[in-house]
T-cell receptor
Framework: QKEVEQNSGPLSVPEGAIASLNCTYS??????FFWYRQYSGKSPELIMS????GDKEDGRFTAQLNKASQYVSLLIRDSQPSDSATYLC?????????FGKGTRLHILP | DTAVSQTPKYLVTQMGNDKSIKCEQN?????MYWYKQDSKKFLKIMFS???????INETVPNRFSPKSPDKAHLNLHINSLELGDSAVYFC??????????????FGPGTRLTVL
């Protein structure tokens, strides 16, 4: 099993809808989890970090963590065309940050 | 003010040459990283330094040598460049290297093309 897995997409979501991005990880002992956004030709930018089970909200973004299922997700409410980007899930595994391959999100105007 | 800067932004060179990429951060962070992002956009860590000490050294060829003269700078020197080295190289920094080490700030990247 790969360490951090994401569906590569593209995930197409109508403007104004909720975009749901998912990530699974292999190390049950992982304690910290991160979502980055990367626009084409740009560098990754941190959106959210989450360390405890449950939901963490920041504006239109909600990160959800379920350590028992080894699953972390990112919800984007009221999706905007400017949200179109690749979203990278990152997990601290044995003190190294391991990135997933990213999910391409396309918001349809 | 730029938080994490890299030079050069683009680097085009011939196989067999030696080149360096420089990185500087003005965030006061203790930990710096080098990542390689290949053509499939997979972002893979290469090295990490904490207060000038190497703490992560992934399986990369010996041709790649990082150097950290102080905690604000982390440079990457590459000897005998090969076609497969073509990629975008990102420098990043974080406040610490522990549990919160994933809260990283990335530089703009250096696109290396080896001909």
């Amino acid at each position: 099993q790969k360490e951090v897995e994401q569906n590569s997409g593209p995930l197409s979501v109508p403007e104004g809808a909720i975009a749901s991005l998912n990530c699974t990880y292999s190390d049950r002992g992982s304690q910290s989890f991160f979502w980055y956004r990367q626009y084409s030709g740009k560098s990754p930018e941190l959106i959210m970090s989450i360390y405890s089970n449950g939901d963490k909200e920041d504006g239109r973004f909600t990160a959800q963590l379920n350590k028992a299922s080894q699953y972390v997700s990112l919800l984007i409410r009221d999706s905007q065309p400017s949200d179109s980007a690749t979203y990278l899930c990152a997990v601290n595994i044995h003190h190294k940050i391991i990135f997933g391959k990213g999910t391409r999100l396309h918001i349809l105007p | 003010d730029t938080a994490v800067s890299q030079t050069p932004k683009y680097l085009v060179t011939q196989m067999g040459n030696d080149k360096s990429i420089k990185c500087e951060q003005n965030l006061g962070h203790d930990t710096m990283y080098w990542y390689k992002q290949d053509s499939k956009k997979f972002l893979k860590i290469m090295f990490s330094y904490n207060n000038k000490e190497l703490i992560i050294n992934e399986t990369v060829p010996n041709r790649f040598s990082p150097k950290s003269p102080d905690k604000a700078h982390l440079n990457l020197h590459i000897n005998s460049l090969e076609l497969g080295d073509s990629a975008v190289y990102f420098c990043a920094s974080s406040q610490n290297s522990g549990t919160g080490g994933g809260e990283q700030f990335f530089g703009p990247g250096t696109r290396l093309t080896v001909l």
